[in-house]
């Protein structure tokens, strides 16, 4: 679809806010986007699915939507379905990638079974959490190791373990999110993001973003309210590296079955610089602190037009993908 006219998407919904512990980010990235579309001449709109039922979206004529929700019923298949039902072409990945990449355990079994490399990990089902199956946990994944909520994002409810006096609490935290629990080994080293633009054989890696935080703490806090964290697009990694995580966050995109935009979060061990996938995220975030904008701009695509971009592969299930 050419980018030319802006009244080819008729009148567009930016769905954002929502309900998950990320609803702040979300209102951060959905206004960023709507501001974009309109200024670049769509009839765009807000429309919080918190405060107004989906069903609204066809009763007011609306003809695509722009998903810029986060996390539970907004990035994990939920509302994918209901737009589905409805008819209405969304931005994004479909039903089951949506729901798959939001679950990290699923994701890394998916991963795993494809052989692109992960961290180990054991996951803590909600009736595996006595104090001595939690405290085993080291034993198996080796200190200092994470624990997440395998369901939620924006590094809520993480802890990075440095002893096994603190499994216990860090268990407790994350278990305040999700019933069941992730933990997965540490690898020590630089973090990068990889985003991805497209569909099929139309999709491709956007240049990397190395990410350098105080004292290794990416965290909620550093990610969207400091300016502590220094994010490096162009990556200046070695050419071969960027390529190589190109290459795996391709593979890991088409593996679970990606569409539209995404960005995976990889980990490269400082010991052989091997690259380790983190989780996959369909519905990035498009605040002015984002990375996916950031390396957009690093390939000459300015934020404006990548809300375009993504807008103009709204599509459906039902439709093979294709719009």
């Given at each position: ?141 080796g200190l200092p190791l994470i624990v997440k909520p395998p369901r939620e994002g924006s590094s809520i409810g993480v802890t990075k373990v440095e002893g096994y006096s ?128 950031m390396s957009a701009r690093a390939a000459g695509i300015a934020y404006e037009d990548l809300c375009l971009r993504v807008l103009a592969s709204a599509s459906l299930d ?6």
């Amino acid at each position: 679809m050419s980018l030319q006219d802006p009244k080819q998407f008729g009148k567009v919904a930016v769905l954002f806010g929502g309900s998950s512990a990320e609803r702040e980010i979300s209102l951060l990235s959905g206004n960023g986007v709507l501001e974009a579309l309109r200024s670049r001449g769509v009839d765009a709109h807000a429309f919080d699915p918190a405060e107004r039922d989906l069903v609204e979206l066809r009763r007011e004529g609306f003809a695509r939507c722009f998903i810029a929700l986060h996390g539970r019923h907004g990035e994990d298949g939920t509302v994918q379905g209901a737009l589905e039902l409805l008819g209405i072409p969304y931005t994004g990945s479909g039903v089951m990638a949506s729901s798959v990449a939001m679950d990290k355990v699923m994701t890394k079994r998916i991963w795993q079974a494809d052989g692109l490399p992960t961290p180990k990990y054991v996951r803590l089902a909600f009736d595996q959490q006595s104090r001595e199956q939690i405290r085993a946990v080291p034993d198996v994944l080796g200190l200092p190791l994470i624990v997440k909520p395998p369901r939620e994002g924006s590094s809520i409810g993480v802890t990075k373990v440095e002893g096994y006096s603190q499994m216990q609490d860090a268990v407790a935290l994350s278990a305040k999110y999700d019933a069941d629990v992730l933990c997965e080994e540490f690898i020590e080293g630089e973090e990068v993001t990889c985003a991805v633009l497209g569909s099929g054989l139309d999709a491709h890696a956007l240049p990397v973003v190395r990410i350098a935080a105080p004292e290794g703490a990416y965290d909620y806090q550093n990610k969207y309210f400091t300016d502590d964290v220094k994010y490096h697009c162009p990556s200046g990694l070695p050419e071969a590296e960027e390529h190589e995580i190109q290459r795996i966050t391709l593979a890991a995109y088409h593996t679970l079955g990606c569409r539209g935009w995404g960005r995976a979060d990889v980990m490269i061990r400082a010991s052989d610089r091997k690259p380790f996938l983190l989780e996959m995220n369909t519905s990035p975030g498009m605040t002015s602190h984002s990375l996916v904008p950031m390396s957009a701009r690093a390939a000459g695509i300015a934020y404006e037009d990548l809300c375009l971009r993504v807008l103009a592969s709204a599509s459906l299930d039902a439709a093979g993908g294709a719009q």
